[in-house]
C-alpha cells in the first residue's frame, strides 16, 4: 500500500515538473495556440466586447477595417460593432447606462465626457496611457476636452473643427470674388450674408447659405456649428468657473448674434428652414459649413462634384472674434465592462498612434495626435491647413461640464426656436438661460 502510495505521488511529481519545464519555455503574456498546446492545456477563453458608436458611413468602414486587424492580432477578442443613428445615439446610451447594461466600449463627444464620467459611467484611463497609451503624442487641446477633475476619461478618434465650403461655379457665375484661404483674413458675417443674397435663387430652390451642416437636427451636430455665432460675436454660454449662465447667454453680445441668425431664415430668407438631403453637393445651397470628413463624402458619394471646379473651402466666417468649434468624438471603456483590460487593447489599438495613421488614412478627419501630423504631408497644405491653422488659433471648446446635456439641448432649442420659429429673441434667450440653470442646479443635488 505505501508503494503504491509513493510511487502515485513521483508520477504526480513528474507530471507537475514537466508541466512548469512547458510553461517555462513558452514566450510570456502570449495567448498563442500553439504555446497552449504545448503546455496542454486548452486555449484561451474569447472575450467578446460590445462597442457602440454613432452612425457615420465613411467612419463605420474605417473602424471595420480596424476591427478586423485587431482580431487578427487579438484572436481571443471578438468586437461586437453596433452602429445607431445619430439621433438615438445620446438616448440609447443614456437608457442603457441607467439599466445597468452599457457596452464595454462607447464612443463619446469630448463635452458629454464630464456628464458620464460625474456619474462614474466610465473609468478613467490615466494607467493605461502611462503604460502604452502615448500620451504626450496628443495635442494639448485634446487632453484638456477629455480630462474632467484632473483625469483623462477617453481616448480620442481625432480633432474637429468646421470650415466654410462654398460652390465655386455659383460664384463665378454671379461675380462674386472668392475668399480668402487665409485664416487670418476670414469673411466677416455681412461679407458670407452679401455673397448669400446674391446666390439665393428661390425659383431654383437655391438658397445662399446653410449656417449648420445638418439643419436643425436633433443632435450634437447642430450646437457645435451654432455655439460659434455666440463666441463670434463676443458672449460666452457660461461663467469661467461654469457655474452661471445669467449675464452671459443673456448679454448684449448674445442678442447680437441671435438676431443675426434670425435674419438669415426669417427676413433675409437666404438660409433654408427645412434642409435638403445633400443640400451643398445638390447644389440647393451655395454656402455651407462642414469638417473635413466631408472630403471623404464627397468622394464617395459624389465624385463628380470636384474640389478646385465645383467647391472650395475657406476659413469659417467671423464677426467681433474669429472663432471656431472644437471637439470630436472618443472612446470611453464603461464602468461595468468586465474586461476593462482588453477593452483599452481594442481602444488602444484604434486611436494609439499606428492606428490613428489608419482612421486619418480612412476619414481624412483631423488628427489628435502630433505624430499624425508629422506622418502625412498633405496636412500642411490646402485644404487640410485650414483646419489645422484655424484649429491652432482659433478653436474654442465646447463647455466641459457635467449640466453639458442640458445646455447642448437648450443652445439647440435656442436656435431652432429663433431660426426656424421666427420667436422672440429676448425670450427665447430667458428660456436659454433658465434651462441652463436648471441643469446646473440639477448637478448639485
Not at 79 to 105: C, H, S, W
Not at 289 to 313: C, H, I, L, R
Not at 350 to 364: C, H, L, N, Q, R
Request: proline residues 7%; glycine residues 6%.
Amino acid at each position: 500500500m505505501k508503494k503504491s502510495l509513493l510511487l502515485l505521488l513521483a508520477i504526480l511529481v513528474a507530471i507537475g515538473l514537466a508541466a512548469c519545464s512547458s510553461n517555462s519555455n513558452s514566450s510570456s503574456g502570449t495567448n498563442s495556440a500553439s504555446g497552449s498546446e504545448a503546455a496542454g492545456e486548452p486555449e484561451a477563453e474569447t472575450v467578446t466586447l460590445s462597442f457602440w458608436r454613432h452612425d457615420y458611413a465613411p467612419e463605420a468602414e474605417a473602424l471595420k477595417k480596424l476591427i478586423a486587424s485587431f482580431e487578427e492580432k487579438h484572436p481571443n477578442i471578438k468586437i461586437d460593432f453596433q452602429m445607431i443613428p445619430n439621433d438615438q445615439y445620446e438616448t440609447k446610451v443614456r437608457t442603457a447606462l441607467a439599466g445597468g447594461n452599457p457596452p464595454d466600449i462607447m464612443a463619446l463627444d469630448a463635452p458629454t465626457l464630464a456628464s458620464y464620467a460625474n456619474q462614474e459611467a466610465i473609468i478613467p484611463l490615466d494607467d493605461y496611457f502611462a503604460k502604452d497609451g502615448n500620451k504626450d503624442d496628443l495635442l494639448k487641446p485634446v487632453i484638456e476636452g477629455l480630462t474632467f477633475n484632473g483625469k483623462m476619461y477617453a481616448a480620442p478618434n481625432n480633432e474637429g473643427t468646421i470650415v466654410m465650403f462654398y460652390n465655386k461655379k455659383m460664384f463665378e457665375e454671379k461675380g462674386i470674388p472668392l475668399p480668402s484661404k487665409n485664416v487670418d483674413e476670414a469673411w466677416t458675417w455681412d461679407q458670407v450674408l452679401d455673397a448669400a443674397r446674391k446666390l439665393n435663387d428661390p425659383s431654383k430652390g437655391v438658397y445662399g447659405w446653410s449656417p449648420t451642416p445638418w439643419g436643425f437636427a436633433g443632435h450634437e451636430g447642430a450646437p457645435y456649428s451654432e455655439m460659434a455665432f455666440l463666441w463670434q460675436a463676443g458672449a460666452e454660454i457660461l461663467s469661467p468657473d461654469l457655474t452661471t449662465s445669467k449675464g452671459y447667454l443673456d448679454s448684449a453680445e448674445a442678442k447680437k448674434a441671435m438676431t443675426f441668425w434670425k435674419s438669415l431664415y426669417n427676413t433675409e430668407k437666404v438660409s433654408p428652414k427645412e434642409l435638403p438631403q445633400d443640400a451643398f453637393w445638390n447644389g440647393k445651397v451655395a454656402i455651407h459649413v462642414d469638417g473635413p470628413f466631408a472630403f471623404s463624402y464627397q468622394e464617395q458619394n459624389f465624385p463628380d462634384f470636384k474640389m478646385g471646379t465645383d467647391y472650395d473651402v475657406a476659413p469659417l466666417w467671423k464677426d467681433k472674434n474669429m472663432i471656431g468649434t472644437t471637439g470630436s468624438w472618443g472612446m470611453a471603456i464603461t464602468s461595468k465592462s468586465e474586461h476593462p483590460d482588453e477593452a483599452w487593447q481594442f481602444v488602444n489599438w484604434v486611436t494609439g498612434v499606428e492606428g490613428s495613421k489608419v482612421w486619418y488614412e480612412e476619414t481624412k478627419n483631423l488628427p489628435a495626435r502630433q505624430s499624425t501630423f508629422d506622418s502625412f504631408a498633405e496636412l500642411k497644405e490646402y485644404p487640410m491647413n485650414i483646419y489645422a491653422e484655424q484649429l491652432a488659433k482659433y478653436g474654442h471648446p465646447r463647455p466641459v461640464t457635467p449640466a453639458y446635456p442640458a445646455i447642448s439641448e437648450a443652445i439647440r432649442l435656442l436656435f431652432e426656436d429663433v431660426g426656424l420659429g421666427n420667436a422672440d429673441v429676448d425670450e427665447s434667450l430667458a428660456k436659454a438661460v433658465k434651462k441652463i440653470e436648471d441643469g446646473i442646479a440639477l448637478q448639485k443635488q
